[in-house]
């Protein structure tokens, strides 16, 4: 099994960045798709980014490709999701998320969820 805890979420003045983090626990981390997924209020939990076990392969959402990067450090157990040039539009709860054995966009195909870290962008 994999536990996630997030961090690094925060307010930010459009334009600037903040680095999140996922810290997890678990032996099947290193095997694992990470996943990060975001959700404003009222909406649905929408694909961010992920990355693959190997840390090599990595997809972003149209939306966030070129501001956003996603790394992982396995021997750390965790992953990171820099994000720069933020926008309004990127104000939501964001959640890191766990795939044994995936890779994909799909909530479907996550197994572990942590809680959420809440990032907000003013204008």
């Known amino acids: 099994q994999v536990q996630l805890v997030e961090s690094g979420g925060g307010l930010v003045q459009a334009g600037g960045s903040l680095r999140l983090s996922c810290a997890a626990s678990?032996?099947?981390?290193?095997?694992?798709?990470m996943g990060w997924f975001r959700q404003a209020p009222g909406k649905e939990r929408e694909f961010v980014a992920a990355?693959?076990?190997?840390?090599?392969?990595?997809v972003y959402a149209d939306s966030v490709k070129g501001r956003f990067t996603v790394s992982r450090d396995n021997a750390k157990k965790t992953v990171y999701l820099q994000m720069n040039s933020l926008k309004p539009e990127d104000t939501a709860v964001y959640h890191c998320?766990?795939?044994?054995?995936?890779?994909?966009?799909?909530?479907?195909?996550?197994?572990?969820w942590g809680q959420g870290t809440q990032v907000t962008v003013s204008s």
């Open positions: 998320a766990a795939a044994p054995g995936y890779y994909g966009t799909s909530r479907s195909q996550y197994s572990y």
């Open positions: 678990g032996r099947s981390f290193s095997s694992s798709t």
């Open positions: 990355i693959r076990w190997s840390g090599i392969s990595s």
